[in-house]
């Protein structure tokens, strides 16, 4: 039986986390209890059918509260339908639809485990970081940026994940793109997960 909710979600929270990237926090029982690293929801971003079309939403990290599994989603603003969702409230309800994708899997032989993360692809990697070093695995995550303004601060990671960092102007880290970084770290790596624009597969590709 599928585990596809249409439902509502309650904002637990949110908060601008850094440049205009958000995170938010959501109960919905129905959605959390199938989702995982790697899967996505639909979230319905107005109040009436304009704009019509749902925009898709990696699920960031989970909790438990109370017995609860909440989920957070981390999102850039980017139109009218996610300024929309930059204004909601604690307490406000969305509609959602989820969960969607197949997820991450990370084998039970893998112990290294690289993670790759370019522009808001840092959304769907940070809960497989949160599962793999729960599970005594070592983790070393790569994420890239246009400038040192739109990373993923260090302390909203799993203290044990080794950052390090790429932007594209050189304001923090290695001067330049993401991938330019694997090669060093690929004999390292039992496993690696990757999320970011096609371009950035396009270059891992030539590495790999």
Known sequence: MSDLKLERARIVSQEELYEDTYLMWLSCPAVGRGASPGRFLMIHCADSLDPLLPRPMSFHRFRD?????????LYDVRGRGTAWLSGRKGGDAL????PLGRGF???????NILLVA????????????????????SVTLLQGARTASKLCPPEHLPAEVEAISATDDGSEGHAGRVPELLAEH??????????GPTPMFEAMAAVV
């Open 95 to 98: 509609t959602v639809f989820g």
């Open 186 to 195: 690929m004999p390292w790596a039992d496993q690696v997960f990757a999320c």
């Open 118 to 137: 370019g522009g808001l692809g840092i959304a769907a990697v940070v809960s497989l970081a949160d599962e793999a070093v729960a599970a005594g695995r």
């Open 65 to 73: 509260v109370e017995g609860e599994r909440q989920f957070a989603i």
């Open 105 to 111: 899997e990370i084998d039970s032989g893998s112990e």
